[in-house]
Nanobody, 122 residues
Framework: QLQASGGGLVQPGGSLRLSCAAS????????IGWFRQAPGKEREWVSY????????KYADSVKGRFTISRDNAKNTVYLQMNSLKPEDTAVYYC?????????????????WGQGTLVTVSS
């Protein structure tokens, strides 16, 4: 089971840190991805960290502003989001895939968290 948390309301330029905690399986065996879905839009990939060697990838829209990391001791993956923009407003989901090298494709992910809402507004 995956549990995403940390969303909330933040002003433009602000920061939030999302957490994705796993129970029942070790997160470091999987690649973990973050996706988001804005109102009226399709779900899009944001970032992933591979399970094999910890390689991190980011969508162009968040590169340089978001950072993904993993704490194996806490069995948790984080998404640090800085310099937030109104267009970052969305429900954010974490997901796990046995494709340990990671993937930008949502269909490759077998397990999904319930989503956490991020609203960037003044």
């Amino acid at each position: 089971q995956l549990q995403a948390s940390g969303g909330g309301l933040v002003q433009p330029g602000g920061s939030l840190r999302l957490s994705c905690a796993a129970s029942g399986f070790p997160l470091d065996y999987y690649a973990i991805g973050w996706f988001r879905q804005a109102p009226g839009k399709e779900r899009e990939w944001v970032s992933y960290i591979s399970g094999s060697d910890g390689i991190k990838k980011y969508a162009d829209s968040v590169k340089g502003r978001f950072t993904i990391s993993r704490d194996n001791a806490k069995n948790t993956v984080y998404l640090q989001m800085n310099s937030l923009k109104p267009e970052d407003t969305a429900v954010y989901y974490c997901a796990a895939t046995l494709r340990r090298s990671g993937s930008t494709v949502q269909w490759d992910y077998e397990y999904w968290g319930q989503g956490t809402l991020v609203t960037v507004s003044s």
